[in-house]
């Protein structure tokens, strides 16, 4: 089991709010996607949040495009999970290939603040929050495989790694 700091957003929060499609082809520096991170949603993001933050929001997380720095942005943060009550279905693959564990969980948001701490056990699928417990599907093997890994790219280096 892990304790996390929150960040709490609301619903259909898409691509273009979490990284702005503006800075795309223009940032390549690690630092400097980090920095765009949810700036036209929540100007404190990027210089406030911590290694090891959790994102909790409401339904469809992640709309809209497939660019990664929708995700990479959060990850180059530190963000360690996202727990939504739904995802877009190819920001959910993303997560999953970068390395961001995405817990679709229902009612958490509504129990719980931004700055307050949630505790997530990967093994017993549970949130616990605001005194809750929140259940949520297990990770398949193949995903917990992925997530364990950092990633889809190191896992499969790792696994092609010649000697």
Known sequence: MSTHRVWVYGDNVNTDVIF???YTYT???KE???SKALEDL???FAASVLPGDVIIAG???GNGSSREQAVTALKFCGVRAIIAESFGGIYLRNC????ILPIVCAGVREVIRTGETVEIDIEQAEVRAAGQIF???RLSPSVQA???AGGLVPMLAARFQTT
Not at 96 to 99: F, H, S, T, V
């Open 20 to 22: 702005p499609g503006k």
């Open 27 to 29: 940032l390549k520096a």
């Open 32 to 34: 400097e996607i980090a």
């Open 42 to 44: 929540d100007p404190t």
């Open 59 to 61: 339904r469809n997380w």
């Open 96 to 99: 999953i290939n970068q390395g």
């Open 135 to 137: 259940t949520f599907p």
């Open 146 to 148: 992925i997530y364990d």
